[in-house]
């Protein structure tokens, strides 16, 4: 299969014709998938439809390694935890694909990143090590090809002092959510011609704020109309964007469905909340078909929004997930 073609699907029937393809590559190659695949279904030629394949539940990449066979490891990406918590281990076997899709993206959402001179508050995905969201917005900041572009820790003053400076610039500010709250606490700022990106995410630094509210106050800080977002996770390669709203769109060789939170084999249809399916085609060596912790609705147009997250994780039937 040349993984490049995806970078190319046009039509639905494309990206299905695409996921029956990995799919099956992945449940002959990938292990820990087959097995969660045989638990669920009798007769695998029975799918026509990527509706119909079986999401493996997000947890498994604290306890799995799920990676296909015979595949080498170029990296590690991890994900952020509490203290004593297990955190996620996505083994990736091309760098080269991960930068493909996440360079793809940006372009289909923002245009060439040397339009921009692209910044990065993200002091707590800086602070841990193996962080896709930093290795991305690294490697954008390396495409902007301009002098200016960059990441902040916890330098505050630094950072405020450079948008002011660059403040007539086209500027991309990538931000963990309770950095850009810090500054729009703590600083006058009228940031009316950026674009301010926040990545979500408290990491236990502030008490959770619902995205609507956060937006309003970002807002009215900085002077904007909009505050963009970008949805993406340890376990995928593939990310989705909102331009404003909390309104998500995916790139063309990813899609999001809605299960039911009682049944998790039924497929909800538009306008109806529930758990957040995600279909990563980029993701082809390990696992593209992901059922995620986190609770949305989508609309008859494929956009989405992100409502919240399960309060606890409650998964059972198979003892993949018992060490």
Not at 40 to 50: G, K, M, P, V
Not at 217 to 229: A, G, M
Not at 294 to 321: A, M, P, V, Y
Request: glycine share 6%; proline share 2%.
């Amino acid at each position: 299969m040349q993984i490049n073609r995806i970078f190319n699907i046009k039509t639905d029937a494309e990206f299905n014709d695409f996921a029956i393809n990995i799919f099956h590559y992945q449940y002959s190659n990938n292990p820990v998938y087959q097995e969660f695949v045989n638990f669920h279904l009798s007769n695998i030629n029975r799918i026509d439809h990527y509706s119909q394949i079986p999401f493996l539940p997000i947890e498994f990449f604290k306890t799995h390694k799920v990676l296909c066979n015979n595949c080498k490891t170029e990296k590690i990406f991890t994900s952020s935890g509490t203290t004593g918590s297990k955190v996620s281990r996505h083994y990736i076997s091309s760098l080269n694909i991960y930068e493909q899709s996440f360079s793809t993206c940006f372009r289909l959402f923002y245009g060439d990143p040397e339009q921009y001179v692209i910044l990065a508050l993200l002091p707590s995905y800086l602070e841990q090590k193996g962080s896709s969201l930093v290795y991305m917005v690294e490697k954008l900041i390396e495409q902007s090809k301009n002098k200016d572009s960059g990441f902040y820790l916890n330098n505050y003053d630094e950072l405020v002092e450079k948008l002011k400076v660059l403040r007539h610039k086209k500027i991309i500010l990538f931000g963990v959510t309770y950095a850009l709250l810090d500054i729009a606490e703590n600083y006058e700022l009228d940031l009316a011609n950026l674009i301010i990106l926040e990545t979500g995410g408290m990491k236990g630094r502030r008490k959770e704020i619902i995205r609507e509210d956060l937006h309003q106050v970002l807002c009215e800080r900085f002077n904007l109309q909009n505050i963009h977002s970008e949805y993406g996770m340890t376990e995928l390669l593939s990310q989705a964007y909102s331009k404003g709203k909390g309104v998500f769109e995916t790139p063309p060789w990813m899609k999001i469905l809605i299960r039911d939170t009682n049944d998790p084999k039924t497929i909800l249809g538009s306008g109806v909340t529930g758990g957040i399916n995600m279909i990563d085609l980029a993701n082809i060596y390990s696992c593209s078909f992901i059922a995620t912790q986190d609770l949305g609705r989508i609309q008859s147009n494929g956009t989405f929004e992100i409502l919240g997250r399960f309060d606890e994780s409650d998964i059972r039937g198979c003892n993949l997930l018992v060490e």
